[in-house]
């Protein structure tokens, strides 16, 4: 999927609502507002636009962000003492690539200062997996829906959240705005 975002396909991602909702509690509600500002006049202005997430009552629960926020993504790393870092998404772009002498390390231990890429969040909203539409499949950096489902059950069976469960997701609108590309 890394190569996904760097090529322009990705833009967007879904995430598990943890915890998710009961099953009687189905109207999970986002919305943008505008707080009003006095300026140095006595006059009312619209202030900075915010995001909120509205009937949120789940105890401990949590999202992932609001527009303006940034995501740093992580993917599997070989960091060469000499060279510095490679990416795994870019292996067969490298002229000394030898699977064999490189120890890829996975992506949940890639440092902050090893990133590349850099994502603005721009909309966020919440949904049941199985509402994903069209534009949705392609917006994930997919073709089909097979090969969504196909990622997504891989991704979330050990976590019991594939496809046929229909999960709460957040569904993540970005931008990438930095990527180092070698």
């Known amino acids: 999927m890394v190569r996904a975002i760097l090529e322009g396909r990705k833009t967007e991602t879904r995430r598990i609502v943890k915890p998710q909702p009961g099953e009687a509690w189905h109207d999970i509600k986002c919305a943008y507002y ?5 300026d140095s006049h006595g006059e009312l202005q619209p202030g900075k636009m915010m995001f909120l997430v509205l009937q949120m009552k789940m105890k401990g629960g949590r999202f992932l962000g609001a527009p ?5 993504v992580r993917e599997a790393f070989y960091k060469d003492e000499v060279d510095g870092v490679y990416y795994k998404a ?3 772009e490298y002229e000394d690539y030898d ?5 890829w390390k996975p992506s949940i231990h890639m440092p902050r200062h090893a990133c590349r890429l850099l994502l603005q969040v721009e909309d966020i909203g919440v949904q049941r997996l199985q509402e994903i ?5 392609e917006a994930e950096g997919f073709s ?3 090969d969504f489902i196909e ?4 991704l979330h069976k050990k976590d019991g959240w594939v496809f046929n469960k229909n999960p709460w997701v957040w569904v993540i609108k970005f931008k990438q705005v930095h990527a ?3």
């Open 34 to 38: 505008t707080p009003g500002v006095i």
């Open 68 to 72: 303006s926020n940034y995501l740093w």
């Open 90 to 92: 870019d292996a067969d």
């Open 99 to 103: 699977p064999k002498e490189w120890r």
């Open 133 to 137: 539409t069209r534009a949705g499949i």
């Open 144 to 146: 089909s829906m097979e």
């Open 151 to 154: 990622l997504w059950n891989a």
């Open 180 to 182: 180092i590309k070698l």
